[in-house]
T-cell receptor, first 115, second 114 residues
């Protein structure tokens, strides 16, 4: 597709429930990034993929968060046993190449609310 | 200390005003610098890249001072449609090279009023 597609747009979960978010990057883009934006505009990097391989996972809270990018499937970000502080907008972004480019193409985000 | 720091504002200016935003970054090895714009509850979009020589795009001028690790954005003749959050963004490094991962400042809120 010509844009990054994220689903669902909104997700509500009770504490302790699982949440799974999906992202279809722009066709031909080999890099996928997940960011978490909480209140006050703080963007936190979670993880990046180069095709289906994890490229950088330094931002992932590994105990409860996991992510995948499998061939011919949307990428996914899964949160096991959600906590209140997981409430945020999760943005997926894709990029066609590495190097100096800074233009990541963002999806519209998935807003997760944990009650 | 945060890797990228901005004055969060908010900046409230009248139409036609000139407004400047500043940003500092802590990693002297950072290679690429950008301003992104985020409208309320929407995804961030690239506004412009920032080059060492300074660059201009219409009413927007960006400057980079590597020695001071300082980036600026100047908006001239502000329009109502410029109201948004402006994010200072720096590429992070992995293994000494830039690969496209972005580090965001906390954003500066701009409101342009009639």
């Amino acid at each position: 597709g010509e844009e990054v597609a994220q689903t669902p747009k909104h997700l509500v979960r009770g504490e302790g429930q699982k949440a799974k978010l999906y992202c279809a990057p722009i066709k031909g883009h080999s890099y996928v990034f997940w960011y978490q934006q909480v209140l006050k505009n703080e963007f936190k990097f979670l993880i990046s993929f180069q095709n289906e391989n994890v490229f950088d996972e330094t931002g992932m809270p590994k105990e409860r968060f996991s992510a995948k990018c499998l061939p011919n499937s949307p990428c996914s970000l899964e949160i096991q046993a959600t906590k209140l502080e997981d409430s945020a907008v999760y943005f997926c972004a894709s990029s066609p190449w590495t190097g100096r480019t800074g233009e990541l193409f963002f999806g519209e985000g998935s807003r997760l609310t944990v009650l | 200390r945060k890797e990228v720091e901005q004055d969060p504002g908010p900046f409230n200016v009248p139409e036609g005003a000139t407004v400047a935003f500043n940003c500092t970054y802590s990693n002297s090895a950072s290679q690429s610098f950008f301003w992104y714009r985020q409208d309320c509850r929407k995804e961030p979009k690239l506004l412009m890249s920032v080059y060492s020589s300074g660059n201009e795009d219409g009413r927007f001028t960006a400057q980079l001072n590597r020695a001071s690790q300082y980036i600026s954005l100047l908006i001239r003749d502000s329009k109502l449609s410029d109201s948004a959050t402006y994010l200072c963004v720096v590429t992070a490094l992995k293994g000494g090279t830039s690969y496209g991962k972005l580090t965001f400042g906390q954003g500066t809120i701009l409101t342009v009023h009639p």
